[in-house]
């Protein structure tokens, strides 16, 4: 095994026990070495955590795995792995019979949905072309055994590995997001993303660059990411008079590994699909030769948005290193294996980024004389029910959180209830749901813009790095547009901004539970640990909203986050709020309380 990937394996399993490093290794090797014409990978999380974890998969045993895939797929065509994002390219293909074996894989199901409107949609297309001996699996690594809806065609075809309740998911999932730190992977979809070695000529001029205070980079504080040994920095733009929300960069710091990733974003304002097209006709022809296929337009209109978004940031981010850092080297390349995962083919040809500078600011040119924001597009928003709950949840979260001037805690908040009123639809129907179409990311800027508050790009994109949201695209009535979403992380919300309130009541619960309190006398005395420690948080200047304790006082803590704040524990050590909270709430239980108290006060 070569240096660094030992050395990526050794860091894993400092953070994550043996056993779970084993068993998610086993479950990669069933995903690599099953035999499916077409692999297709849920959601980016699973399909980033898959890519990383791979080399380490091939090299495991003295690399029995690889020797095992290469005897295996020997004189035959190796499956091809894509994210379920890319899979309307393939439409053609399924749909003439040459792709009758699917894999649909997923690291955690919660309610399924997502999973089961791809495995309809493919069943749909054998059934039209009338193919009907195709075979269309799941594999899953972990599922929720409380929140899988019912009814679902796909049910009958999944292979899980873990049935788990709603605190061990919870725990697979923030292990999950952990690894993908500790193995230098970025948690990104459809944008470009380049690697740097720290010690190229681009990796020493970034260092150089990010320790000048002028710079316009901005890090993330997060003791989470401090604990990986990664920092997390964002440069942020407005584009005005562009057809542009703005323009960001992430530079992702992997101090172990030695390693930059630089993942450049525009954020598009909402556009017609026909324009749109128009754009990607251009691009084409000014880039031919240099696309390894030409661009066309795809029947499914979500991938044309995702392909334009895709080839504007990675074109304004060369253009960003060329002409605002004048970094003169040669320019890194972009991920080929991003844009054949998400794609389904790669974009741009190694060479592209040799493109001469006036040939940048030509293509860029093009999308501004072609690209026209949509006029009615705020009509279209406001027709959509989901947009409109989420809409005025908008407003009244801002108007609690305004005054703390903390853009984090409000796009946190806004993700978990997102998440929530996911989890009520999901409740409520008995049919299978949709989920909640997220909030489009024009609406956003122009409100944060009317509200006058600075760096919310910045506190979205923090939002994302952490699982507690994602950006989206949507196609409504012929416009194409981002949406904001709640990530499979949002609970965050309540983990990072009031996790000694949840150790407290965690400690209280598990003592109640040892003693056969009755759910009356636990109640009781969590909400006077809620009351007593809200008055210690105010008297050391810390702020916190009525509805979040509300919420926290109807929260069954230790089934929901028992073993994920067991997990976290860690990165508090030593913390005085944490050592307070655990002396407030032995107080409340009274003093009898020895072998619990022990136990929880180690941890910190």
Known sequence: MQRKLLFKKKRLLKKIPKESYRSLIRYMEKIYLSDYELKVFMARRFSNLFFAMLPLVKEEEGGRILAEYKQKFSGKSEPVMISNIALAAWKDKIKSGKCKRILLADDIVVHGRT??????????????????????????????EQGLLENMESLK????????????????????????????QPYTSYVPNM?????????????????????????????????????????????????ALNFSVRIYEYVDLNEYVFVPMVMLEPVNLQVLREYLKEVSSLIYGLCAEPITDEEEEGISYRL???????????????????????????DKKE????????????????????????????????????????????????????????????????????????????????????????REESE?????????????????KLWNAENWVRAVLNAIDYGKGSIISKVVKGYCFSVLHAGEQN???????????????????????????????????????????????????????????VEMERMPVSEKYSEVLENMAWNYFGDETCKEGIRIAKEIIGAKDKIGADELSTNL
Not at 157 to 184: F, T
Request: proline fraction near 1%; glycine fraction near 8%; charged fraction near 30%.
């Open 432 to 448: 299978f749901s949709q989920r909640f179409m997220g909030y489009p990311m024009a609406m956003a800027a122009k409100k944060m």
């Open 157 to 184: 075809n999944r292979k899980v590995q873990k049935i788990c309740s709603e605190g061990e998911w919870r725990l697979i999932s923030d292990r999950i997001v952990g690894s993908l730190y500790l193995l230098g």
């Open 308 to 334: 334009a978004v895709y080839l504007v940031s990675a074109l304004r981010g060369w253009k960003y290193i060329r002409e605002s850092l004048q970094f003169q080297g040669q320019l890194p390349a972009y």
């Open 115 to 144: 999973l089961n409107e791809v495995y309809c949609q493919l069943k749909r297309w054998f059934e039209e072309a009338d193919i009907k001996d195709y075979k269309i699996d799941v594999f899953a690594y972990a599922e929720s």
């Open 491 to 549: 609970c965050k919300y309540y983990l990072n901004e009031y996790f000694p309130f949840l150790y407290g009541l965690n400690y209280i619960e598990s003592y109640a539970r040892r003693n056969g309190w009755t759910s009356g006398e636990c109640g009781q005395k969590r909400k006077a640990y809620l009351k007593k420690y809200r008055g210690y948080w105010k008297e050391i200047g810390r702020v916190c909203f009525d509805s979040d304790i």
């Open 195 to 243: 690697r740097i070695e720290g010690d190229s000529e681009f990796g020493r001029y970034i260092k150089e660059l990010l320790a000048d205070k002028n710079a316009g980079f901005s890090k993330q504080e997060n003791a989470e990411l401090q604990m990986y040994n990664t920092n997390t920095y964002i440069y942020v733009s407005s584009l005005e008079h562009e057809p």
């Open 339 to 426: 844009e054949e995962i998400n794609f389904s083919a790669v974009i741009l040809k190694e060479g592209m980024e040799c493109l001469e500078e006036s040939k940048l600011d030509e293509l860029w040119g093009k999308l501004c004389g072609i690209y026209k924001s949509a006029e009615k597009i705020d009509d279209i928003f406001l027709g959509e029910n989901d947009i409109v709950d989420l809409n005025n949840e908008f407003n009244d979260i801002w108007k609690e959180t305004r005054n703390s001037g903390n853009l984090d805690r409000f796009f946190g908040k806004f993700l978990y209830v997102n998440g929530q009123l996911d989890e009520q639809r999901c």
